[in-house]
C-alpha cells in the first residue's frame, strides 16, 4: 500500500510540475531575453575605385585580347582614367538624356585612344567584347582553329 501511495504521490508531483512549467514557460524549450535585441543593417559593400575596378577585370581582357605587357599597360590606364571619368559622372546625377550622352561621348573618346594604342585585329576583339562579352570567348576559339588549319 505504502508503494502504490508513494507511486500515485510521484505521478501527482510529476504532473503538477509539468502544468506548471508549461504556465511559466517551458525550460526546454526557447529561452527568451530581457534585452531587447537591436537589429543592425548589414554594412554597405565598399565601393570599387576604377583602380580596383580594371585590376578585377583585367585577367579575363588580358587573356580574350592576348595582350603583351605594352599593349596590357595601354589597355590598363586607358580604361582606369574613363572608369573614372565614368564614376564621377555618376556622382553628378544628371538627368537621363544628358547622362547618356556623356556616357556616348567618353565611350567615344575611350574607343578612340585604344584604336590609337592596339594593333587593329586585338581592337576588333576589344569592339566584338564590348558587343558581345558572352559571345568574346567563342570567336577567339573559333579564330584560333581558323589559324590552326
Known sequence: MKKFNFSILFVFFLL???IVSGQVGNRFGRQRNAIPQVQTPPP????????QYVDKEMPRIKEL???DPFEEAVVRSTLEKYVQKRMELQIL???PKKMKEEYEKIRKLQ???LKAGLPEEKYQIYLDMQENPSKAKRKKKKRKKEKAE
Open 111 to 113: 574607343d578612340a585612344e
Open 44 to 51: 554597405e559593400p565598399e565601393k570599387l575605385t576604377a583602380a
Open 16 to 18: 503538477t510540475g509539468q
Open 93 to 95: 546625377q544628371l538627368e
Open 65 to 67: 585580347m592576348e595582350l
